[in-house]
């Protein structure tokens, strides 16, 4: 019998009331193929009921919906904390408080972390989701899939818990009396942060949310931080000029802190090599020596030129004694007095 022939006798067969069973053995004993034989049952009922059998999920195809929920997930933690991040330390600049707790970081090198942190996983975010809603597009079972309602599950539970804090934390110091503008403004970026995360995700499992709306909200927000971080920290160029003056501050206080083991003051710089080989003594950028004068029998000034004036170098490890302008810069030390920090 030619294979062509096989769909005819399904459906002469099943309008005399055969069933399905008998038809499967009866076929698969006269040397067809399984496979072609109930590729033929269920044409015959696909054109009954208008509905084509449903095709059962792989767990390849779970797998696959996890590898991309799971990296779309954590790109956008990696993001959105980023940008919180990098938002709070922006109020901490231009909103300083003398009462607040002094943490000690580099503020120019953490914005620029939380920048990149944003310029790579942003993009990669938008391109998995993306690809997640083009695909979810053309295939809509897939928006049922049971791997991206546990992780989008996951997801919502984790940003309610950063809004659910965050109200907790600033009810706590409405009570205490510490409500400050820099507080209610770090307050009001998680907001402003998760709660756009938590709606758009909710939404999607409703299937009722808006990813254009949602990535171009994302965009804007971060792009408009990322222009503040690149304002406040500077340039690349301005930042390697920075890191010159912050390793001249250093060298100099290395510099005062071997004087200080001396019994007396040394005639020149040089004589600090034979007591330390890895001290620096000369400009990381001009490679021009250190200027050394001593004024008295116990008393002596570092100089140096610096690019830039401390208080936009963004260096918290330098005490007010280190403080300087651009250009030549003296500090004066007096010989057994302990070299400030």
Same mark, same amino acid.
């Given at each position: 019998?030619?294979?062509?022939?096989?769909?005819?006798?399904?459906?002469?067969? $099943?309008?005399?009331?055969?069933?399905?069973?008998?038809?499967?053995?009866?076929?698969?004993?006269?040397?067809?193929?399984?496979?072609?034989?109930?590729?033929?049952?269920?044409?015959?009922?696909?054109?009954?009921?208008?509905?084509?059998?449903?095709?059962?999920?792989?767990?390849? /195809?779970?797998?696959?919906?996890?590898?991309?929920?799971?990296?779309?997930?954590?790109?956008?933690?990696?993001?959105?904390?980023?940008?919180?991040?990098?938002?709070?330390? *922006?109020? /901490?600049?231009?909103?300083?408080?003398?009462?607040?707790?002094?943490?000690?970081?580099?503020?120019?090198?953490?914005?620029?972390?939380?920048?990149?942190?944003?310029?790579?996983?942003?993009?990669?975010?938008?391109?998995?989701?993306?690809?997640?809603?083009?695909?979810?597009?053309?295939?809509?079972?897939?928006?049922?899939?049971?791997? $991206?309602?546990?992780?989008?599950?996951?997801?919502?539970?984790?940003?309610?818990?950063?809004?659910?804090?965050?109200?907790?934390?600033? *009810?706590?110091?409405?009570?205490?009396?510490?409500?400050?503008?820099?507080?209610?403004?770090?307050?009001?970026?998680?907001?402003?942060?998760?709660?756009?995360?938590?709606?758009?995700?909710?939404?999607?499992?409703?299937?009722?949310?808006?990813?254009?709306?949602?990535?171009?909200?994302?965009?804007?927000?971060?792009?408009?931080?990322?222009?503040?971080?690149?304002?406040?920290?500077?340039?690349?160029?301005?930042?390697?000029?920075?890191?010159?003056?912050?390793?001249?501050?250093?060298?100099?206080?290395?510099?005062?802190?071997?004087?200080?083991?001396?019994?007396?003051?040394?005639?020149?710089?040089?004589?600090?090599?034979?007591?330390?080989?890895?001290?620096?003594?000369?400009?990381?950028?001009?490679?021009?020596?250190?200027?050394?004068?001593?004024?008295?029998?116990?008393?002596?000034?570092?100089?140096?030129?610096?690019?830039?004036?401390?208080?936009?170098?963004?260096?918290?490890?330098?005490?007010?004694?280190? $403080?300087?302008?651009?250009?030549?810069?003296?500090?004066?030390?007096?010989?057994?007095?302990?070299?400030?920090?």
């Amino acid at each position: 019998m030619p294979q062509t022939d096989l769909q005819p006798f399904i459906d002469a067969a $099943k309008s005399k009331g055969a069933a399905d069973e008998f038809l499967a053995a009866l076929l698969t004993r006269a040397g067809w193929p399984a496979a072609d034989v109930y590729r033929s049952l269920g044409d015959w009922w696909t054109r009954e009921t208008g509905i084509a059998p449903p095709i059962r999920r792989t767990g390849s /195809e779970d797998a696959r919906d996890a590898f991309l929920y799971l990296l779309s997930f954590a790109t956008l933690a990696v993001w959105s904390a980023a940008l919180g991040s990098l938002v709070f330390r *922006l109020i /901490e600049y231009w909103i300083p408080d003398p009462v607040a707790r002094d943490y000690f970081y580099n503020f120019r090198s953490t914005v620029t972390w939380q920048i990149a942190s944003i310029l790579v996983a942003l993009p990669v975010y938008l391109a998995m989701m993306r690809f997640i809603l083009r695909d979810t597009a053309a295939h809509p079972e897939r928006a049922q899939s049971g791997v $991206k309602k546990w992780l989008t599950y996951i997801a919502l539970l984790f940003t309610a818990g950063a809004v659910i804090s965050d109200l907790v934390w600033f *009810l706590d110091y409405f009570l205490t009396g510490e409500l400050t503008l820099r507080f209610v403004l770090k307050c009001a970026t998680v907001l402003a942060i998760c709660g756009p995360i938590f709606w758009y995700y909710l939404g999607s499992l409703r299937g009722r949310s808006n990813g254009r709306a949602f990535g171009v909200a994302a965009v804007a927000g971060a792009t408009l931080a990322v222009v503040l971080g690149l304002t406040v920290a500077g340039t690349p160029g301005k930042q390697r000029r920075m890191q010159a003056d912050e390793r001249r501050v250093q060298d100099l206080r290395a510099i005062a802190q071997m004087v200080a083991t001396r019994p007396s003051l040394p005639g020149s710089l040089e004589e600090l090599r034979s007591q330390n080989l890895d001290i620096r003594l000369t400009d990381p950028e001009s490679n021009q020596p250190y200027e050394y004068n001593v004024n008295a029998a116990d008393r002596y000034e570092l100089c140096a030129a610096f690019a830039a004036p401390s208080e936009n170098s963004g260096n918290v490890y330098a005490g007010a004694f280190w $403080k300087h302008t651009g250009g030549r810069a003296c500090f004066s030390f007096e010989k057994g007095r302990p070299v400030r920090w």
